[in-house]
Protein backbone atom coordinates (compact mmCIF):
# COMPACT_ATOMS: atom_id res chain seq x y z
CA UNK A 1 0.00 0.00 0.00
CA UNK A 2 1.31 3.25 -1.25
CA UNK A 3 0.29 4.98 2.62
CA UNK A 4 -1.92 8.17 3.09
CA UNK A 5 -1.44 10.49 -0.02
CA UNK A 6 -1.91 14.24 0.01
CA UNK A 7 -1.22 16.66 -2.69
CA UNK A 8 0.02 19.24 -3.36
CA UNK A 9 3.34 18.53 -1.29
CA UNK A 10 3.88 22.39 -1.23
CA UNK A 11 1.34 25.24 -2.07
CA UNK A 12 2.51 29.12 -2.27
CA UNK A 13 -0.51 31.38 -2.69
CA UNK A 14 -1.43 34.95 -2.08
CA UNK A 15 -3.68 36.34 0.58
CA UNK A 16 -7.58 36.00 -1.03
CA UNK A 17 -6.93 33.02 -2.98
CA UNK A 18 -8.16 29.58 -2.83
CA UNK A 19 -6.72 26.79 -1.66
CA UNK A 20 -7.55 23.03 -2.18
CA UNK A 21 -5.94 20.93 -0.27
CA UNK A 22 -6.32 16.96 -0.73
CA UNK A 23 -6.02 12.97 0.28
CA UNK A 24 -6.41 9.59 -0.57
CA UNK A 25 -6.72 7.50 2.64
CA UNK A 26 -5.31 4.19 3.23
CA UNK A 27 -7.73 1.59 1.66
CA UNK A 28 -10.02 -0.16 3.85
CA UNK A 29 -9.38 2.62 6.34
CA UNK A 30 -12.92 4.39 7.48
CA UNK A 31 -11.67 7.25 9.37
CA UNK A 32 -10.05 10.54 8.10
CA UNK A 33 -8.63 13.37 10.19
CA UNK A 34 -7.01 16.73 8.61
CA UNK A 35 -4.62 18.44 11.35
CA UNK A 36 -2.40 21.36 11.32
CA UNK A 37 1.00 22.30 12.50
CA UNK A 38 2.11 25.39 13.68
CA UNK A 39 5.17 26.31 15.63
CA UNK A 40 3.16 28.53 17.89
CA UNK A 41 0.21 25.72 18.62
CA UNK A 42 1.61 22.91 17.19
CA UNK A 43 -0.38 19.81 16.19
CA UNK A 44 -3.96 20.53 15.93
CA UNK A 45 -6.93 18.48 14.69
CA UNK A 46 -9.68 20.10 12.65
CA UNK A 47 -12.24 17.50 11.46
CA UNK A 48 -12.35 13.93 11.22
CA UNK A 49 -14.90 11.75 8.93
CA UNK A 50 -16.40 8.00 9.88
CA UNK A 51 -17.46 6.25 7.02
CA UNK A 52 -17.26 9.91 4.55
CA UNK A 53 -19.58 11.47 8.12
CA UNK A 54 -17.80 14.58 9.39
CA UNK A 55 -17.96 13.35 13.19
CA UNK A 56 -16.45 16.65 15.16
CA UNK A 57 -15.53 19.70 12.96
CA UNK A 58 -15.29 22.00 16.21
CA UNK A 59 -11.39 22.13 15.21
CA UNK A 60 -11.84 23.96 12.22
CA UNK A 61 -10.88 27.76 12.94
CA UNK A 62 -13.65 29.36 10.70
CA UNK A 63 -16.33 29.23 8.29
CA UNK A 64 -13.24 30.32 5.99
CA UNK A 65 -12.07 26.23 6.04
CA UNK A 66 -14.04 23.91 4.61
CA UNK A 67 -13.80 19.81 4.37
CA UNK A 68 -15.05 17.22 2.43
CA UNK A 69 -15.44 13.44 1.87
CA UNK A 70 -17.77 12.85 -1.07
CA UNK A 71 -16.45 8.58 -1.25
CA UNK A 72 -14.33 6.38 1.25
CA UNK A 73 -10.84 7.03 -0.65
CA UNK A 74 -10.80 10.83 -1.60
CA UNK A 75 -11.02 14.31 1.09
CA UNK A 76 -10.53 17.72 0.11
CA UNK A 77 -9.84 20.66 2.96
CA UNK A 78 -10.60 23.66 1.34
CA UNK A 79 -9.64 27.22 2.29
CA UNK A 80 -11.58 30.25 0.91
CA UNK A 81 -10.58 33.09 1.28
CA UNK A 82 -6.81 32.31 2.25
CA UNK A 83 -4.87 34.28 4.91
CA UNK A 84 -1.48 34.58 5.86
CA UNK A 85 -2.20 32.95 9.21
CA UNK A 86 -3.31 29.99 7.41
CA UNK A 87 0.61 29.17 6.91
CA UNK A 88 1.38 25.96 8.44
CA UNK A 89 1.69 22.56 7.47
CA UNK A 90 -1.65 20.33 7.03
CA UNK A 91 -1.57 16.78 7.52
CA UNK A 92 -4.14 13.98 6.78
CA UNK A 93 -4.12 10.73 8.72
CA UNK A 94 -6.48 7.52 7.86
CA UNK A 95 -7.18 4.63 10.56
CA UNK A 96 -9.19 1.80 10.79
CA UNK A 97 -11.18 3.42 13.37
CA UNK A 98 -11.87 6.89 14.94
CA UNK A 99 -10.99 6.30 18.94
CA UNK A 100 -7.86 4.52 19.92
CA UNK A 101 -7.53 3.26 16.69
CA UNK A 102 -3.23 3.51 15.23
CA UNK A 103 -3.46 6.68 12.75
CA UNK A 104 -1.30 6.65 9.53
CA UNK A 105 0.49 10.10 8.46
CA UNK A 106 0.21 11.22 5.23
CA UNK A 107 3.60 13.50 4.48
CA UNK A 108 1.77 16.76 4.81
CA UNK A 109 0.90 19.64 2.73
CA UNK A 110 3.08 23.16 3.64
CA UNK A 111 1.36 25.79 2.60
CA UNK A 112 2.48 29.49 2.29
CA UNK A 113 0.16 32.37 2.19
CA UNK A 114 1.34 35.56 1.17
CA UNK B 1 -11.22 17.76 28.57
CA UNK B 2 -8.21 15.67 28.73
CA UNK B 3 -4.70 18.03 29.04
CA UNK B 4 -1.64 16.29 27.79
CA UNK B 5 1.97 17.42 29.38
CA UNK B 6 5.17 15.72 28.47
CA UNK B 7 8.92 15.88 29.63
CA UNK B 8 11.29 17.26 28.99
CA UNK B 9 10.32 19.57 26.11
CA UNK B 10 14.27 19.16 24.94
CA UNK B 11 16.76 16.72 25.35
CA UNK B 12 20.09 16.19 24.14
CA UNK B 13 21.75 13.34 24.89
CA UNK B 14 25.34 10.94 23.66
CA UNK B 15 24.84 8.56 21.38
CA UNK B 16 24.53 5.20 23.19
CA UNK B 17 22.24 6.44 26.54
CA UNK B 18 19.32 5.65 27.71
CA UNK B 19 16.65 8.03 26.89
CA UNK B 20 12.95 8.08 28.65
CA UNK B 21 10.22 10.65 27.76
CA UNK B 22 7.41 11.37 29.99
CA UNK B 23 3.71 11.85 28.96
CA UNK B 24 0.82 12.54 31.93
CA UNK B 25 -2.70 13.18 31.17
CA UNK B 26 -5.48 14.03 33.33
CA UNK B 27 -8.79 12.09 31.95
CA UNK B 28 -9.01 8.01 31.89
CA UNK B 29 -8.58 6.97 28.08
CA UNK B 30 -8.88 4.04 25.96
CA UNK B 31 -5.36 4.18 24.42
CA UNK B 32 -2.48 6.37 24.01
CA UNK B 33 -0.38 6.89 20.66
CA UNK B 34 3.30 7.45 20.54
CA UNK B 35 4.24 9.93 16.84
CA UNK B 36 7.56 10.68 16.15
CA UNK B 37 8.33 13.31 13.62
CA UNK B 38 11.48 13.81 11.79
CA UNK B 39 12.97 16.58 10.78
CA UNK B 40 11.64 16.35 7.43
CA UNK B 41 8.28 17.01 8.51
CA UNK B 42 6.83 13.48 8.17
CA UNK B 43 5.00 11.76 11.08
CA UNK B 44 5.19 8.10 11.75
CA UNK B 45 3.06 6.16 14.55
CA UNK B 46 5.38 4.46 16.73
CA UNK B 47 2.61 2.58 19.29
CA UNK B 48 -0.64 2.65 20.32
CA UNK B 49 -1.14 1.06 23.70
CA UNK B 50 -4.03 0.72 26.31
CA UNK B 51 -1.58 -1.12 29.06
CA UNK B 52 1.43 -2.43 30.32
CA UNK B 53 4.44 -2.33 27.75
CA UNK B 54 4.94 -2.50 23.98
CA UNK B 55 8.57 -2.85 22.67
CA UNK B 56 9.56 -2.37 19.08
CA UNK B 57 13.37 -2.42 18.52
CA UNK B 58 15.14 -0.17 20.38
CA UNK B 59 11.79 1.83 21.26
CA UNK B 60 9.79 0.60 24.37
CA UNK B 61 6.65 1.78 25.53
CA UNK B 62 4.84 1.54 28.89
CA UNK B 63 1.70 3.06 30.69
CA UNK B 64 0.45 2.88 33.76
CA UNK B 65 -3.56 3.65 33.57
CA UNK B 66 -4.07 3.88 37.22
CA UNK B 67 -1.24 6.83 37.28
CA UNK B 68 -2.28 8.41 33.71
CA UNK B 69 1.18 8.31 32.96
CA UNK B 70 3.54 7.17 30.13
CA UNK B 71 7.03 6.91 29.00
CA UNK B 72 8.77 6.41 25.98
CA UNK B 73 12.43 4.73 26.23
CA UNK B 74 15.06 4.46 23.49
CA UNK B 75 17.85 1.71 24.41
CA UNK B 76 21.57 2.65 22.94
CA UNK B 77 20.17 5.78 21.28
CA UNK B 78 21.76 6.49 18.05
CA UNK B 79 22.01 10.14 15.89
CA UNK B 80 18.79 8.95 13.76
CA UNK B 81 16.41 8.91 16.63
CA UNK B 82 16.99 12.58 16.69
CA UNK B 83 13.22 13.49 16.05
CA UNK B 84 10.20 15.36 18.11
CA UNK B 85 8.33 12.89 20.13
CA UNK B 86 5.11 13.46 20.57
CA UNK B 87 2.35 11.95 22.63
CA UNK B 88 -1.58 11.81 22.00
CA UNK B 89 -4.51 10.83 23.64
CA UNK B 90 -8.35 10.63 23.23
CA UNK B 91 -9.95 13.72 24.55
CA UNK B 92 -12.34 11.52 26.80
CA UNK B 93 -13.59 8.55 27.65
CA UNK B 94 -16.35 9.04 24.42
CA UNK B 95 -15.87 6.63 21.83
CA UNK B 96 -16.17 9.53 19.28
CA UNK B 97 -13.73 12.06 21.51
CA UNK B 98 -11.12 13.78 19.23
CA UNK B 99 -7.54 13.22 19.66
CA UNK B 100 -5.15 15.94 21.68
CA UNK B 101 -1.35 16.05 21.21
CA UNK B 102 1.03 17.13 23.51
CA UNK B 103 3.26 19.62 22.61
CA UNK B 104 6.08 17.12 21.84
CA UNK B 105 9.74 16.42 22.99
CA UNK B 106 12.64 17.55 21.18
CA UNK B 107 15.02 14.79 20.74
CA UNK B 108 18.84 15.37 19.68
CA UNK B 109 21.19 12.48 19.69
CA UNK B 110 25.02 13.89 19.26
CA UNK B 111 27.58 11.01 17.77
Known amino acids: DAGVIQSPRHEVTEMGQEVTLRCKPI?????LFWYRQTMMRGLELLIYFNNNVPIDDSGMPEDRFSAKMPNASFSTLKIQPSEPRDSAVYFC????????????FGPGTRLTVL | KNEVEQSPQNLTAQEGEFITINCSYSVGISALHWLQQHPGGGIVSLFMLSSGKKKHGRLIATINIQEKHSSLHITASHPRDSAVYICAVPGGMNRDDKIIFGKGTRLHILP
Open chain 1, 93 to 104: ASSLRSSGGEQF
Open chain 1, 27 to 31: SGHNS
